[in-house]
């Protein structure tokens, strides 16, 4: 019979330059029983801001062995609508509890008038709209009383008013008010082929310092009569043309801890380890070059 590999135990969450994946709940009793060989684990904010339940007693458990991340979906960081001080308090609370190493944010709004939409959408890229943005983080990190990531996002359509290139406003965000950058590789690439600008080029204008975290994705082809339009689904393996971007940002911004993302139609916990594996030896090829 073969022993369950031996977890240690860990105090504060310190992300190692690793392949992580999302831990949803679907897996928490997969990797209890036999825990995957990956770096760090990153979970959405939101799914554990209740006062108790099954949620927290397995992040709780998962947590003492694997490093953490919190992804915020639901902060709606870009709307006009005050920020939500209770969700504040939450995240606050959950980071006091769990000691993420990384918390992080999406350059999108999702409400309007108290009203929240399902998705995360785009600003307009202005000046007016960086503004804001700046102000907003800067409220966030001094609640939260430390430094937040914010994701570049996927988007579908572009604002007639945008008059900053999107890598330029993230950039400026990140000068402004000392935050992060989660560069998601999957949502450039799908951005770029949505818009038709040049992927390689909005790597190469985001400065290596702000990068903290990168993550990977699939994403669905939806194919109409005057053309195609790339949706990031996350409910696939990446893409060939994303890993080869892939190679790309670390050949540009070193060894990143690296998340592989999935959240719909949900394989085994096996496939989303196995993708974690071709992350960590683009990682590894960067650190042999190096050396």
Request: charged share 20%; glycine share 6%.
């Amino acid at each position: 019979m073969t022993a369950k590999p031996a977890l240690s135990r860990l105090g504060p969450s310190s992300i190692p330059a690793r392949a992580g994946i999302g831990l949803r709940a679907e897996h928490y009793a997969a990797v209890l029983e036999a825990p995957p060989p990956v770096g760090w684990l990153e979970v959405h904010s939101e799914n554990y801001f209740g006062a108790g339940g099954k949620p927290l007693d397995y992040l709780e458990r998962i947590r003492a062995h694997y490093p953490l991340s919190l992804h915020g979906v639901g902060l709606s960081i870009g709307s006009t609508d005050p920020l939500d001080q209770r969700h504040l308090a939450s995240l606050n609370h959950l980071i006091r509890r769990f000691e993420p190493a990384l918390v992080s944010e999406h350059l999108s709004w999702s409400s309007v008038g108290g009203r929240y939409f399902n998705d995360l959408l785009p600003l307009p890229y202005t000046e007016e709209a960086l503004d804001h943005m700046v102000a907003r983080v800067v409220q966030v990190q001094d609640v939260l009383g430390r430094q937040i990531l914010i994701e570049n996002p996927s988007s579908y359509l572009q604002y007639v008013e945008s008059a900053i290139p999107e890598r330029e406003f993230l950039v400026e965000l990140a000068n402004r008010t000392g935050c992060g950058v989660l560069l998601d590789v999957n949502n450039v690439y799908v951005s770029a082929r949505n818009h038709g600008f040049d992927a390689s080029a909005y790597l190469r204008a985001i400065p290596r310092h702000v990068v903290q975290e990168i993550h990977l994705a699939g994403f669905t082809v939806n194919r109409f009569d005057d053309g195609e339009l790339l949706i990031d689904t996350h409910n696939r393996p990446v893409w060939p043309a994303v890993w080869a971007l892939y190679r790309q940002a670390v050949h540009r911004f070193g060894r990143i801890p690296t998340l592989i993302e999935w959240d719909t139609d949900l394989p085994e916990l096996a496939v989303l380890v196995d993708e974690a594996r071709r992350a960590d030896a683009i990682l590894e090829e960067r650190h042999a070059r190096a050396a």
